[in-house]
């Protein structure tokens, strides 16, 4: 029987994440950062934050859209943030931190960070919230972060009932993967508790934006094949994982997991891979 763990966040998993695995789909992962950056108004000197900036590349590209006088990118992991070391540019500067630390910040806590303290014209997070619970909370706090007239552009996957995802919940309760959770605080991070977009909407109505966009979009991939998702989530879902078992059982459970996603989706070549993300821009 499955048993309910308590989430986990990805600023719990130090050393979890591999630059080069995430990067093996880079061009399929660009797109929805371009389409943010479509919503975007144009904003000239802005102060800009990035929350969950990963290697920096796609930062360096907003801040050089924006025209920004400063833009700060934050990611919780020291391996993700190791390439920023080569970004080196006028304005555009990287904190290795916990998103949670800084909307704590925002929310009052005297011990945040000098960098990331203080209000921002522009609130910018592509494909990171998702680790985190409590959205109503992460938007107020995101809110209270903005200064009149800024902006938050946001996106969340939301393929959290997708095969890729579902059968990660399959499997991790079999042995002898179960026996890494039984006496640990460490479970595998879940994001079935992003939210529906019309509830983004609410929230937005609630916290005063005067003017929001939300939209669930399906971006379409074409693997080489049903096995090729077990390579992408490799670099996402499964990384957690990385740090909780021995490579020799990580090695065991993406095989298993490649298994169940064939159980589920059957053995296609070229297989179609629908990713739903959901788009989230308003004007304070």
């Known amino acids: 029987m499955q048993r309910d763990l308590p989430p986990l966040l990805e600023s719990s998993i130090p050393g979890s994440w591999d630059p080069a695995i995430y990067d093996n789909f880079k061009n399929e992962r660009r797109q929805p950062f371009c389409d943010l950056l479509s919503l975007l108004h144009p904003c000239p000197g802005a102060r800009v934050i990035d929350l969950g900036c990963g290697n920096g590349e796609l930062t ?40 949670e630390s800084v909307l704590s910040g925002w929310s009052g806590n005297k011990n945040a960070l000098p960098e990331t303290s203080g209000k ?29 007239e800024g902006q938050l552009c946001i996106q969340v996957p939301a393929s959290y009932d997708h095969p890729s ?45 005067s003017k929001f966009h939300v939209r669930l979009q399906v971006y379409g991939h074409q693997l080489g094949s049903t096995r090729d998702l077990t390579n992408w989530m490799e670099g996402s879902l499964l990384s957690p994982f990385r740090a909780i078992f021995p490579p020799d059982i990580f090695t065991q459970f993406l095989h298993r997991y490649t298994q169940r996603v064939l159980e589920i989706e059957g053995d296609h070549s070229p297989y179609f891979f629908a990713f739903k993300r959901i788009l989230i821009w308003g004007v304070k």
């Open 120 to 148: 921002f014209d522009v609130i910018f997070s592509n494909a990171a919230l998702q680790w985190l619970a409590n959205h109503r909370e992460i938007f107020r706090a995101i809110a209270s972060g903005l200064v009149p």
């Open 165 to 209: 995802h579902s059968a990660v919940d399959d499997i991790m309760y079999e042995e002898p993967f179960a026996t890494y959770f039984q006496d640990s605080t460490v479970v595998p991070a879940r994001v079935d508790w992003v939210l529906a977009p019309e509830e983004y909407s609410q929230i937005l109505f609630d916290e005063g934006f």
């Open 60 to 99: 360096l590209e907003l801040h050089n859209y924006l025209k920004a006088a400063e833009t700060v990118g934050i990611d919780q992991s020291s391996e993700m943030l190791g390439p920023t070391k080569q970004l080196g540019f006028a304005g555009l500067h990287f904190v290795h931190q916990t998103i």
